[in-house]
Every structure is written in structure tokens, then in C-alpha cells.
């Protein structure tokens, strides 16, 4: 059974930061990509960042491009999120999504690609 846990998550006020992280703890495991989503109250789940795990290549949606980075430490299974000049538009709960198949039929940041999900963690951004 793939566990990730997702942690950093928060008050923060608007133009402030917060890094997120997402561990994959027990045994390793190939992992092709991972990625952030996040679900606002009242909306669909949408895509945030995503990470080819062996090469690095990312991918982000429009509304954080130039505001986050997503990262990755393969020797500590670990994904991360930075979250710079955050807006209120960014309160959610984030969840974190692993991908071992690597079929590519769908893009990196499309939901469908990742069978394994965390539980979430929220980010909050106040005025």
C-alpha cells in the first residue's frame, strides 16, 4: 500500500509563504511523476505542479507559474512545494499524487495520471 502524507500546511497571510512537503514513507517503489493539487470550498479539484521524478522536468498550472516551485528528493522520497507572494485565491486543501505506471496517456498535470493520493493539508491565506 503507497502512503503519502503531505505536511506544511497553514495560516499565512497574503504575500507571505509556506512550503509544503509530501513523503512516501516504507518501501520504495518506482515513481514516474508526482504532483500538487488542490481543492477550494466549493470547486473542483484542480492541478497546481507536477514533477517527472527521474529527470526533474515540471510542470505548473497558469495561476501559480512564477510563484511556486515544485521540487523533489528522490534519496528522501520526498515532493515539495514552495509557495511564494501566496494570494487569497490560493486557500485549499493541497494534496500531493504519485504516478508509478508512467503510461503518459494523460499529461502530468491531468488528475488521471496518478493512482495513489495523500489525505490533503490546508493552506490558508488571509487579507
Known amino acids: 500500500q503507497v502512503q503519502l502524507v503531505e505536511s506544511g500546511g497553514g495560516l499565512v497571510q497574503a504575500g507571505g509563504s509556506l512550503r509544503l512537503s509530501c513523503t512516501t514513507p516504507?518501501?520504495?517503489?518506482?515513481?514516474?511523476?508526482m504532483a500538487w493539487f488542490r481543492r477550494a470550498p466549493g470547486k473542483e479539484r484542480e492541478s497546481v505542479a507536477a514533477?517527472?521524478?527521474?529527470?526533474?522536468?515540471?510542470d505548473y498550472a497558469d495561476s501559480v507559474k512564477g510563484r511556486f516551485t515544485i521540487s523533489r528528493d528522490p534519496a528522501k522520497n520526498t515532493l515539495y512545494l514552495q509557495m511564494n507572494s501566496l494570494k487569497i485565491e490560493d486557500t485549499a486543501e493541497y494534496l500531493c499524487?504519485?504516478?508509478?505506471?508512467?503510461?503518459?496517456?494523460?499529461?502530468?498535470?491531468?488528475?488521471?495520471?496518478?493512482?495513489?493520493w495523500g489525505q490533503g493539508t490546508q493552506v490558508t491565506v488571509s487579507s
Open positions: 499524487a504519485l504516478d508509478s505506471r508512467g503510461t503518459r496517456v494523460y499529461n502530468t498535470l491531468d488528475s488521471r495520471s496518478y493512482e495513489y
Open positions: 514533477i517527472r521524478w527521474r529527470n526533474g522536468v515540471t
Open positions: 516504507g518501501r520504495a517503489w518506482s515513481t514516474y511523476a
